[in-house]
């Protein structure tokens, strides 16, 4: 549904001294996307992501670089490829003054849908993402979550089998996030849509994608199953909280035996991955009691796609979101 290859956008932008200097927002990649996936495109702020997006929907001309979308060339066949799909920007695209049901209506009839059927797709849509009662109402003098549900609806209402979601769920409540989710799966089981979204969210990748591609400085740095992902990092967190301060060190000599990583120690807390977990610990627990050290609590956390995102990029996608 989607092939990209080496696809590039630089930006003329001005240096500090006023001297000439390129912007790489997206430095060649390559995506390819089948017909009914669900593909989340996750990155922090600046990665690329919404570049990607606006060439992919043919909004922004690439500077190197080919995609087809839908089986269209984006650089030649930009008129069927926008009629192919439905797209929900991040900063939303409702002008404020015209009435929410009128908007919709005529963004359907824009995708060469009659106005009967626009207007019943539309009322269907505002009572699954509960807009119920504000047909009439100006998207300006709506709540913010409001808005940002009037944005998909728009984007969806023409019922397309490819849909772009850049940051669909960023300022929705954690209710109108499920309910958005339970949505687009619905989509895929209704239409057999393919739904191609950006999110801060990991938590919301995990849920809902088939796969993750992951990019960073413009580049792809990592394209897989949540699952394979989570399962590069080696092995889970096991964390110790000795009682006495003075008995950390010996905590921490009794876990590097069976740790993969080092060892790290912090005044009563001592840490490190440990594949097989659940097959060490007993022993871990038998050495501590031998060696007459009291704990506070031990912790074992299986890895997390933030933990993955860590790994791959030395930062964290929460600290960015
Ligand atoms: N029109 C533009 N002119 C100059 N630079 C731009 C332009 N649009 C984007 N950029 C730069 O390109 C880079 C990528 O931006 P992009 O909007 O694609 O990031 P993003 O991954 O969507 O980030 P966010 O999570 O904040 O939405 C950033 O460094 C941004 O400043
Ligand atoms: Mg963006």
């Known amino acids: 549904m989607i092939h ?41 702020n600046g ?24 089986g269209y060339d984006v650089a030649t066949q930009s008129q069927e490829v926008r009629r192919s799909i439905g797209y929900v920007s991040q900063s939303g695209s409702t002008s404020p003054e015209a009435r929410a049901g009128e908007e919709i ?5 824009l995708y060469g849908i009659s106005q009967k059927q626009a207007e019943a797709r539309g009322r269907e849509l505002f009572e699954q993402l509960d807009l119920d ?11 913010g979550g409001q808005r940002r549900r009037l944005d998909i609806a728009m984007g969806l209402v023409h019922d397309p089998t490819l849909v772009f979601l850049d940051e669909p769920t960023t300022g929705l409540d954690p209710q109108a996030r499920a309910n958005l989710w339970t949505h687009i799966s619905d989509l895929r089981v209704r ?13 919301e990748a995990d849920v809902l994608c088939d796969r993750i591609l992951v990019i960073d400085h413009g580049s792809i740095v990592a394209s897989d199953t949540p699952d394979a992902l989570k399962r590069q990092i ?88």
């Open 191 to 203: 239409l057999g849509s393919t739904v191609f979204l950006t999110t801060h969210y990991l938590d």
């Open 105 to 109: 209506m005529d963004h359907g009839m």
């Open 234 to 321: 080696s092995g889970d967190l096991v964390e110790l909280v000795v009682s006495d301060p003075a008995q950390a060190p010996a905590a921490a000599a009794l876990l590097e035996r069976i740790a993969d990583t080092d060892v790290e120690t912090d005044a009563t807390s001592v840490s490190a991955r440990v594949r097989g977990a659940g097959r060490e610990i007993p022993g871990l627990i038998r050495a501590l009691d031998a060696a007459s050290i009291a704990l506070e609590s031990i912790e074992v956390r299986r890895p997390t796609l933030d933990d993955v995102f860590l790994t791959l990029t030395g930062r964290s996608l929460r600290e960015d979101a």
């Open 4 to 44: 990209a290859r080496g696809l590039a956008r630089t930006f003329a932008g001005r240096g500090r001294g006023k001297e000439k200097e390129e912007v790489t927002a997206v430095a060649g990649v390559d995506i390819d996307v089948d017909e009914g996936e669900i593909v989340g495109f996750l990155g922090p």
């Open 133 to 143: 009662g504000l047909w009439n109402r100006e998207p300006r003098a709506m709540s």
């Open 47 to 70: 990665a690329g992501k919404t570049t990607t997006l606006r060439m992919l929907t043919t909004l922004l001309k690439p500077t190197a670089g080919t995609a087809t979308v839908a």
